[in-house]
């Protein structure tokens, strides 16, 4: 008995999988892209924004509009990939072209880095990428050694304030405190030279932070309270905040890191780099990529500590001051591989809640890309779009993927950990010249355990409570348990 050849069929993929139309629309210009932001950041939120179109066109690579849309981006249409196996495709850069594509469909105003175009919004095949990112990575190797003790100092001095706060005052919010600490911490880790918060004062992080909201606003949303959604949408979504409002701000950092980062400058100029366009990645790569990336990560990594509760405290601290006790007191590397649920628990808070929840990339030829049950064909130029927070949520990979399991990663949970892509790369890869992995992708991982262990080496237990902020959660800590020596 033979069956006629469904009329939507294009053939095979190399791996056997059927080539089929990608389903989806981008619908009216102009409307339809203004009509999805809406939806997208107001009236469904960005999870049910893409489960529902999951769901109505039954596949997880589809056809959609992205955010800002008019008028910040003209072209707002992408192939999005959703699920583990497609979005892997953002990854390969023999595949994508990652050229002006960090923050999607729409470019930052170049004035906000002194007119030159960071590291990141290069590909790897520009001559420049890899000079720099050669720079960058020297940098974070020479100072690896310094990354725990400013770590332990600075973050062990933070908790240790939050304690005080809280027996005296009742409930303190940790992002506030956190947010100066971890600038000071990151410049701390790889520069010579007074914190930020005591060169430039204790506006340092505001400083950072105000510069890191002009290029990301357009993809900002319930940025206030006090502000109507409506109001909100059009100043944020619809054009650039003018660059000359954060220009003081901005050459305050600047002066900052012409100081600290002397040795770094002098290095790059003798490798051909001029101390113009060094100066300016290394601001970015320090605030945009280091601070920023720390500043939303360790809210969400708390979140999830708050929300195991005892049971998951208890296992916690009894790892991490068993090996530490083992060790003397101290916390180094070799000791930290003794902790595999403290590990397991780091990798599974990035994996849920990755600090760069979006990846692009323009296909370079014509591909096909595969899914878990089909492949579809996209055209060379094409903007791909990948939602980091549902592809390694896919339970046809993670049992359980929309859960926080603590010991997911532990053992043979090892093996899942190349679907995990936070880094802008599988997290069993390393980080090289010829790819767009983070270079400081160990330097964030090693982070979030120092976090877990310098709280529970001083808490047993602790209770909190999880609000929200535009980019990360809000975490309150309402009562500590200090550890019994």
Not at 445 to 466: C, H, K, P, Q, S
Request: charged letters at 20%; proline letters at 7%; hydrophobic letters at 40%.
């Amino acid at each position: 008995m033979t069956t006629a050849k469904d009329s939507t069929d294009q053939g095979l993929s190399p791996s056997g999988l059927p080539i089929k139309p990608i389903p989806g629309s981008w619908g009216v210009p102009f409307f339809s892209p203004i009509w999805d932001r809406l939806n997208f950041y107001y009236f469904q939120g960005h999870m049910t924004y893409f489960k529902s179109r999951i769901s109505k066109h039954n596949s997880t690579v589809l056809r959609l509009n992205v955010p800002p849309g008019p008028f910040l981006a003209s072209k707002p249409h992408v192939v999005a990939v959703l699920d583990a196996l497609s979005f892997q495709v953002l990854l390969d850069s023999s595949k994508v072209d990652k050229t002006n594509t960090l923050t999607g469909t729409y470019i930052p105003p170049l004035s906000l880095y002194s007119g030159i175009r960071p590291l990141a919004y290069l590909d790897t095949t520009d001559p420049l990428h890899t000079t720099l990112k050669t720079q960058i990575t020297g940098l974070i190797v020479s100072r690896k050694d310094y990354v725990i003790p400013s770590f332990r100092k600075i973050y062990g001095s933070l908790f240790d304030s939050i304690y005080d706060k809280v027996e005296s005052s009742g409930p303190t919010e940790f992002n506030t405190l956190s947010q100066s600490a971890s600038f000071d911490f990151m410049c701390s880790a790889f520069f010579e030279g007074a914190l930020p918060s005591v060169a430039i004062g204790p506006s340092a992080a505001d400083k950072a932070l105000k510069w890191l909201l002009f290029q990301l606003h357009p993809l900002v949303s319930k940025a206030s309270n006090l502000v109507p959604w409506p109001l909100e949408d059009i100043f944020l979504h619809n054009f650039h905040l003018p660059p000359c409002l954060v220009k003081s701000d901005y050459k305050a950092l600047e002066t900052y890191f012409t100081n600290v980062g002397e040795s770094f400058l002098t290095d790059a100029e003798q490798t051909g780099i001029s101390r113009h366009v060094a100066l300016h990645n290394l601001i970015f790569a320090t605030i945009f990529n280091a601070y920023g990336g720390i500043k939303i990560f360790l809210p969400f990594l708390l979140k999830w500590l708050v929300q195991g509760g005892p049971e998951l405290h208890n296992k916690l601290s009894k790892e991490i001051q068993s090996v530490v006790q083992s060790e003397n007191g101290s916390v180094t590397p070799a000791c930290l591989e003794k902790m595999p649920l403290t590990k397991s628990v780091v990798y599974e808070a990035l994996r849920l809640n990755p600090p760069v929840e979006y990846q692009y990339g323009r296909a370079r030829t014509d591909l096909v890309i595969e899914s878990h049950d089909t492949a579809y064909k996209v055209k060379k130029g094409e903007m791909i779009f990948g939602y980091q927070p549902i592809a390694t949520r896919d339970e046809k990979v993670f049992a359980n993927g929309e859960q926080f399991v603590a010991e997911r990663f532990v053992g043979e949970g090892e093996k899942l950990l190349q679907y995990v892509y936070w880094s802008n790369g599988r997290e069993t890869d390393k980080p090289a010249v010829t790819n767009k992995q983070c270079p400081g992708k160990d330097i964030v991982v090693l982070v979030g355990r120092l976090f877990v262990i310098e709280l529970f080496l001083r808490f047993d237990t602790f209770t909190g409570e999880v609000g929200e902020l535009p980019l990360e959660p809000k975490v309150t800590f309402k009562s500590l348990h200090k550890v019994i020596v």
